[in-house]
């Protein structure tokens, strides 16, 4: 059994990779309690952080395929299937056959998707704001560029 001078000598090299110090442990971990407390706040509209995401993408640009919301959101098509499934069941989507060609799916908001669009930003720029508490503008600008670059580099 090795003593605890050997166990530290050969983990602290190791401690920036393993969890719960490693960077990409601490992303999974923010991302998690991001999610989870956007849930709490979507909850009282019936909505996920997955519905949020999509309703994002239509508020920018209505009558997307379903292959582009896909695209965007880097999600494969099945889960993106469910997902919009279940928007068009409580009525804030609707599905339509491009007319030009017949094998792509259009995701149009509803007047109920749209109405989403002036009361669910501000919840979520106020978890935003509860996220970057006591980080300066450019610590913000700095984080998101950074985020951004590690994103990249990965895909």
């Known amino acids: 059994m ?4 050997t166990e530290r000598k050969i983990a602290e090299p190791l401690r920036e990779i ?14 998690q309690l991001g999610s989870r407390r956007f849930q ?14 999509v309703l994002c993408c239509l508020w920018e640009e209505d009558g997307l395929a379903t292959c582009s919301i896909g695209e965007k959101l880097q999600q ?7 997902v919009l499934d279940r928007m068009e069941e409580r009525g804030l989507i609707r599905r339509e056959r491009d007319p030009r060609d017949r094998r792509i799916w259009r995701i149009w908001l509803t007047g109920a998707g749209r109405e989403l ?7 979520a720029l ?3 704001e509860q996220a970057m508490q006591g980080f300066s503008l450019e ?13 990249a580099n990965l895909s």
Do not use: C, M
Request: charged share 20%; net charge neutral; no cysteine.
């Open 117 to 123: 669009e002036n009361i669910l930003p501000p919840i």
């Open 139 to 151: 610590e913000r600008q700095l984080f998101s560029r950074l985020i951004d670059q590690a994103i």
């Open 76 to 82: 494969v098509g099945g889960t993106l299937t469910g």
């Open 126 to 128: 106020d978890l935003k």
């Open 18 to 31: 393993l969890a719960p110090y490693s960077v990409g442990y601490r992303i999974k971990l923010l991302g």
């Open 2 to 5: 090795p003593s605890t001078s």
């Open 40 to 53: 709490e706040r979507l909850e009282p509209f019936g909505l996920t952080p997955f519905h949020w995401v």
